[in-house]
């Protein structure tokens, strides 16, 4: 058996982008992610994955290092999660906001499996 973890619309600021404009200013991001897990074998917080402890290093991610393109931030993030060895699969949705004016939002969406 396994488990789906959700944890939705994550807000996060950082410096990303290959503009000048985007590289000196913080954007708004929207990160959503859905990690797949293995049975774990207690109800023990130390044998699952802490929701907080993932925001907490997405955010902290997004923010710390600049990245040019969003994929370059994606990657960053799962190899972050993925050193959990309970997480099999991850699905990621990353949203630059307000970046475009004519749409709310730009972003990319990755599924990443464990090899």
């Known amino acids: 058996m396994s488990f789906d973890i959700n944890i939705s619309k994550i807000k996060c600021s950082g410096k990303h982008g290959i503009y000048d404009h985007e590289k000196q200013n913080d954007q708004?991001?929207?990160?959503d992610i859905h990690i797949n897990i293995?049975?774990?074998s207690a109800d023990d917080i130390n044998k699952t994955l802490n929701y907080e402890e993932i925001v907490s290093k997405i955010e902290k991610i997004t923010y710390i290092k600049h990245h040019e393109l969003l994929e370059d931030l994606a990657e960053n993030i799962f190899n972050m999660i993925f050193r959990n060895k309970l997480?099999?699969?991850i699905n990621l949705k990353i949203e630059k906001l307000d970046i475009?004016?004519?749409t709310k939002s730009v972003g990319i969406e990755v599924t990443k499996s464990k090899v």
């Open 87 to 89: 997480v099999k699969k």
């Open 28 to 31: 708004e991001f929207l990160v």
């Open 100 to 102: 475009l004016k004519k």
């Open 38 to 40: 293995s049975d774990f």
